[in-house]
């Protein structure tokens, strides 16, 4: 396959020196290799524009047999449309630093555990020149893959997927208590007041669907309080972001869905799951990821049904790896992450009438920047089509955002102070 501007270095030096530094052979010879982009199919979840697959066929003193490797080379645009947006943002920067820095960290710390628990691909090796970029495993070699973002996670799949993100968020949060300043490059989420400028898209998107209500099949009464939402819908995710749960920070994903989860399978039964693509991370409260999680991944069956066994899947794990681990702040307990989770219920509302309905269908690529630094002010986005598709789905979100009292920007604080109240009574 022709190389673009990005790959242009690939070739036989180059892939004989990766192998000879990074995997200890010798008398490397390369006997054939390929190029290609990850593909925009569903189950690919390299399909990002700057990302490649390495295929390479070699011979070496240690190995004279041939031997098939394949690698997957995520590279910072030097051609298209995101050159520009990308020399003015730090999420490739990010994501090297996660990588080389925090998850070997985060792995240390877990392994008190007396175990080991992979959170991401193997970073192989990462250049600054002649481009920035950072050549990891190929999961799919081992057996790991995506499922279908149009079907939805099962509940074993949404649990799995919870209990590994515990996992990440534990660590996290004792390597946080105590070294924040290791955390300083990981202040600024998707919601950020500096951001502000970068975030229309999310009131546009929510004046969308309160014009089009009767078209979604959505009565006047929650219509007209959709109408009232975009005004304070920026300010409210973005204290969201700024939150940490009563003095718990961790590390959250920050586009936590479930492309960006592969799981791995042995003789169909679940056993695993990875995390990929840790550009859009960020320090705050646990609920940030629970959030996005919760309203673009699972099934819509399976939210409908089993919302709360999720959560407490998740709390439980997490609570029970703060002992393990030895954290030294006070745990929060499973009733203030509910209350906490319906303080913020706005970022909730937000996500999922703006951001998952892209993430439930084969658009998801055209789901708006996560990271606003990365941002088009000329990209127009029509949401209407994706919100008819989920029309019956939004639907019944709706009736359970009302009667939650999260339709009404400020209810939810009242009705807070009403249970807190008759819990200490």
């Known amino acids: ?70 690698f997957v080379a995520k590279i910072k645009p030097v051609e298209g449309k995101l050159v520009e947006e990308f020399k003015k943002s730090d999420v490739f920067d990010k994501e090297i630093f996660i990588y080389k820095n925090v998850l070997p960290k985060l792995m240390t710390v877990i392994s008190k555990l007396g175990g080991a628990v992979e959170l991401a691909p193997q970073l192989i090796h990462s250049w600054d020149v002649p481009s920035n970029l950072m050549v990891l495993e190929d999961l799919t070699v081992r057996g790991y893959s995506v499922e279908n973002q149009q079907l939805g996670l099962n509940l074993e799949q949404s649990k799995m997927a919870l209990e590994k993100l515990a996992f990440f968020h534990a660590a996290s949060a004792v390597l946080i208590d105590q070294n924040p300043k290791d955390f300083a490059k990981f202040s600024k989420g998707t919601f950020h007041v500096d951001h502000k400028d970068k975030l229309k898209y999310f009131t546009d998107a929510l004046t969308v669907v309160a014009e089009n209500a009767s078209t979604l099949g959505i009565d006047s ?13 920026l300010q409210k995710a973005i204290d969201s972001y700024c939150s940490d749960f009563h003095g718990l920070k961790v590390l959250c994903h920050g586009d936590f869905w479930t492309n960006n989860i592969m799981y791995k399978y042995n003789n169909n039964e679940l056993v695993d799951a990875i995390f990929v693509d840790y550009q859009n991370c960020v320090v705050g409260s646990p609920i940030i990821d629970l959030m996005y999680f919760l309203t673009s991944s699972p099934a819509y069956d399976v939210l409908e049904k089993s919302k709360d066994e999720l959560i407490f899947t998740y709390y439980e794990t997490l609570a029970l790896l703060l002992q393990r681990l030895s954290y030294k702040k006070p745990v929060p307990s499973m009733m203030t992450l509910q209350v906490d989770m319906l303080k913020h219920g706005p970022l909730e509302v937000i996500l999922s009438l703006t951001t998952a309905p892209f993430l439930r269908t084969k658009h998801a690529q055209n789901t708006p920047a996560i990271q606003p630094t990365l941002y088009k002010d000329d990209k127009n986005v029509d949401i209407k089509p994706i919100l008819v598709l989920h029309a019956s789905a939004i639907g019944k979100q709706l009736k359970e955002y009302e009667l939650r009292g999260l339709l009404d920007w400020g209810a939810a604080e009242s009705k807070i102070k009403g249970l807190m109240g008759r819990f200490e009574r």
């Not at 990850?38 to 190995?63: F, G, Q």
């Not at 009464?221 to 819908?233: H, M, S």
């Open 1 to 70: 396959m022709p190389k673009t501007q990005e790959t242009k270095f690939v070739n036989s030096f180059f892939l004989t020196n990766l192998i000879q530094s990074q995997y200890g052979e010798s008398e490397v010879k390369i006997k054939a290799y390929d190029v290609e982009p990850a593909t925009a199919e569903i189950n690919d979840p390299y399909a990002r524009s700057s990302m490649n697959r390495i295929l390479v066929k070699y011979v070496s003193k240690e190995n004279p047999a041939e031997t098939v490797m394949t």
């Open 221 to 233: 009464n929650i219509a007209a309080k959709l109408k009232a939402l975009p005004a304070k819908a």
